[in-house]
């Protein structure tokens, strides 16, 4: 078995063709099919059932998926393994949720950096969802979400933090009184539907009886953030998103008491390789 066969069989299930897997490999489509023939050859079985222009994995292929998709991870992650253990080289892959990218993991990676000065570092972000995908495609190393605590039989996952929440307002409303009563007369600002903590938002603001009329709705912490700071509205978020400003007097937080316990998690495949580079970053966040 070769592993460009293997990597041509995770290109075509990544792309959903043999075409489609040819462009992004920049092989000839005859290449593709002479891969997937030997590949099928080597394991006896066929990988794809093609329907016209649509391939679907056999049986066999959607056993041989997770086992193809290792493969490759050992392959690229063996490359990595350096001369000198003390000083791992290669490159590290982290998915993150936006709240958590922005203020919790620039403070780790420049410790991370300060050990280990030869690894590169790609840090991408996205839902929680998008990056529970991307770790069990195999496209990341390791993955950050916030939200309610959730275990996967596949991976590891380990609490990074307890986040504390609250509404966030512009100093001048006044916050004597519960800031949900502000929805009468204030817009709301959620976060999108796919965010970590937007059922947590959503069963606070049902639980309250006060489901906002008005509302606004943006992927993007940020916006959300300086769109409050400038009257659009109030919305609720996590203390470290906003504390930068509440410092500053900008905005006033608020926070809010719920039954669910919302967390900053890491979460990395319980039965992949760790490679060098991976094992020296989780060290570092189990300190």
Same mark, same amino acid.
Request: with cysteine.
């Given at each position: ?83 000198? &253990? ?35 570092? $790609? ?21 950050? $979400? $916030? ?28 916050? &004597? ?49 300086? &769109? ?60």
């Amino acid at each position: 078995m070769e592993i460009r066969h293997v990597r041509t069989f995770c290109a075509i299930v990544k792309h959903g063709s043999f075409s489609k897997a040819a462009y992004a490999l920049d092989y000839a489509q005859s290449t593709v099919t002479t891969h997937i023939k030997a590949l099928e050859n080597d394991l006896q079985s066929p990988l794809f059932d093609r329907l016209g222009k649509k391939v679907l994995l056999t049986k066999a292929g959607q056993h041989f998926h997770p086992y193809a998709l290792e493969l490759l991870t050992i392959y690229e992650k063996a490359h990595e393994i350096p001369k000198d &253990s003390d000083h791992p080289e290669g490159t590290l892959t982290i998915t993150a949720n936006e709240s958590l990218a922005v203020y919790r993991l620039p403070q780790i990676l420049q410790k991370y950096k300060q050990i280990n000065p030869k690894v590169n570092i $790609i840090l991408e972000t996205a839902t929680n969802e998008q990056a529970i995908k991307k770790l069990r495609d195999g496209d990341t190393d390791i993955a950050f $979400i $916030i939200g309610e605590s959730i275990e996967y039989d596949e991976f590891i996952t380990k609490n990074l933090f307890d986040e504390l929440f609250g509404w966030i307002l512009t100093p001048d409303l006044t916050i &004597s009184k519960d800031p949900i009563e502000l929805l009468r007369d204030y817009q709301f600002i959620y976060t999108e539907k796919s965010c970590g903590y937007r059922a947590m938002v959503d069963g606070y603001l049902r639980k309250s009886g006060q489901i906002p009329d008005r509302t606004f709705e943006s992927s993007s912490i940020e916006v959300i953030k300086q &769109s409050v700071i400038c009257g659009l509205g109030i919305s609720i978020l996590p203390f470290i998103v906003v504390q930068e400003s509440f410092n500053k007097n900008q905005l006033i937080f608020k926070p809010i008491e719920t039954s669910q316990k919302i967390q900053s998690s890491f979460i990395y495949h319980k039965s992949r390789w760790v490679s060098p580079v991976l094992r020296s970053f989780l060290t570092l966040l189990e300190k």
